[in-house]
């Protein structure tokens, strides 16, 4: 899995995956032009998509009614070192039987992403430092 980020102007970066791409910005007051969401923000996406996904997968499998489900993901900032120190999924689903609420609770739980951000991944961040571009040499006849 991977995905591809170049920078375009300002605070923006464009992400690309499998030929799909999204704009990731800054808001005017952090010195960008808000033209996207942000990395935590994209990070709260890909939490709650995931979730949503595997919420989507029981209730099919079970043959139950998937008409307006939809989850918000809240988070609070943290200190030292910065980052999001604590998470809240909000999965709204049809009513269930409480036996297919535990369920729906477990398949939630077990999102991909749910399950990284559990487990404390290993991140290796590796600095690529390309040469600068040689001068063009013209020849005098």
Same mark, same amino acid.
Not at 11 to 22: D, K, N, T, Y
Not at 112 to 124: C, F, K, Q, R, Y
Not at 126 to 133: G, L
């Given at each position: 899995?991977?995905?591809q980020?170049?920078?375009?102007?300002?605070?923006?970066?464009?992400? *690309?995956?499998?030929?799909?791409?999204?704009?990731?910005?800054?808001?005017?007051e952090?010195?960008?032009?808000?033209?996207?969401?942000?990395?935590?923000?994209?990070?709260?996406? *890909?939490?709650?998509?995931?979730?949503?996904?595997?919420?989507?997968?029981?209730?099919?499998?079970?043959?139950?009614?998937?008409?307006?489900?939809?989850?918000?993901?809240?988070?609070?900032?943290?200190? *030292?070192?910065?980052?999001?120190?604590?998470?809240?999924?909000?999965?709204?689903?049809?009513?269930?039987?409480?036996?297919?609420?535990?369920?729906?609770?477990?398949?939630?739980?077990?999102c991909?992403?749910?399950?990284?951000?559990?487990? *404390?991944?290993?991140?290796?961040t590796?600095?690529?430092?390309?040469?600068?571009?040689?001068?063009?040499?013209?020849?005098?006849?």
């Open positions: 899995m991977e995905v980020i170049r920078h375009t102007e300002g605070a923006a970066f464009v992400v *690309s995956a499998r030929g799909h791409e999204i704009m990731c910005d800054q808001p005017r952090n010195g960008g032009g808000d033209g996207g969401l942000t990395p935590p923000e994209l990070l709260l996406a *890909s939490l709650g998509t995931c979730a949503g996904y595997y919420a989507l997968q029981y209730l099919r499998a079970r043959k139950l009614p998937e008409t307006g489900l939809a989850v918000r993901v809240e988070a609070e900032k943290a200190a *030292s070192p910065a980052r999001l120190g604590r998470f809240a999924i909000h999965v709204d689903a049809p009513p269930l039987e409480a036996r297919h609420e535990e369920g729906l609770l477990r398949a939630v739980r077990a991909l992403i749910h399950n990284t951000m559990h487990a *404390s991944p290993e991140i290796a590796i600095i690529h430092m390309r040469p600068a571009p040689m001068p063009e040499v013209t020849m005098k006849a």
